[in-house]
């Protein structure tokens, strides 16, 4: 079981560029959800998904898209980066309400 | 809404002495409330969990932690630190009824010395 796998573990972006985060897990869990952490403000929830086709916003969701299209994978799209999205993010997943939540090994953004 | 406080940015405590991390929750509906640990450069380890039932829960590396439902509180403790229990410390929320996220607080960064 490879658990929750990120990619990349990190990148530099210049303001305007866009790219795509990738989380997948094997667990055949239904819960996923992307974080950001920043110093003293622990992880802030950005969006979240209770199953394929299911998708809702969390706390910091502006310049942020996601989709999921299988039960696997829960990709994180930046539209146009901005030096406020330079962060660690994190994918989470987990199988029902009750249980917790396995985390990915982080992806560290940096916008210049 | 539901929200997790972390008073103590900081814990400092010496090794071999009990240590508490503190955290208060509030959300709608019961609480299921979760523990974790990030080592630096790392993701985030579960420690321990309360779903329902006894107040007192175990969890991994010797750490237990206390629901106490009429202070919306979920502190985590150790009988004896050790140097090696350095590391930053997130409680985290999520309710029956409300939304299947995990809501987190801000952390608690402890401090084991010699």
């Known amino acids: 079981n490879a658990g929750v796998t990120q990619t990349p573990k990190f990148q530099v972006l210049k303001t305007g560029q866009s790219m795509t985060l990738q989380c997948a897990q094997d667990m055949n869990h239904e819960y996923m959800s992307w974080y950001r952490q920043d110093p003293g403000m622990g992880l802030r929830l950005i969006h979240y998904?209770?199953?394929?086709?299911?998708?809702d916003q969390g706390e910091v969701p502006n310049g942020y898209n996601v989709s999921r299209s299988t039960t696997e994978d829960f990709p994180l799209r930046l539209l146009s980066a901005a030096p406020s999205q330079t962060s660690v993010y994190f994918c989470?997943?987990?199988?029902?309400?009750?249980?917790?939540?396995?985390f990915g090994q982080g992806t560290r953004l940096t916008v210049v | 809404a539901q929200s997790v406080a972390q008073p103590e940015d900081q814990v400092n405590v010496a090794e071999g002495n009990p240590l508490t991390v503190k955290c208060t929750y509030s959300?709608?509906?019961?609480?299921?409330l979760f523990w974790y640990v990030q080592y630096p450069n790392r993701g985030l380890q579960f420690l321990l969990k309360y779903i329902t039932g006894d107040n007192l829960v175990k969890g991994s590396y010797g750490f237990e932690a206390e629901f106490n439902k009429s202070q919306t509180s979920f502190h985590l403790k150790k009988p004896s630190a050790l140097v090696s229990d350095s590391a930053l410390y997130f409680c985290a929320v999520r309710s029956d009824t409300g939304r299947r996220a995990l809501t987190f607080g801000s952390g608690t960064r402890l401090q084991v010395q010699p």
């Open positions: 959300v709608s509906g019961n609480p299921y």
């Open positions: 989470a997943s987990s199988y029902r309400r009750d249980r917790e939540g396995f």
């Open positions: 998904s209770v199953g394929a086709g299911i998708t």
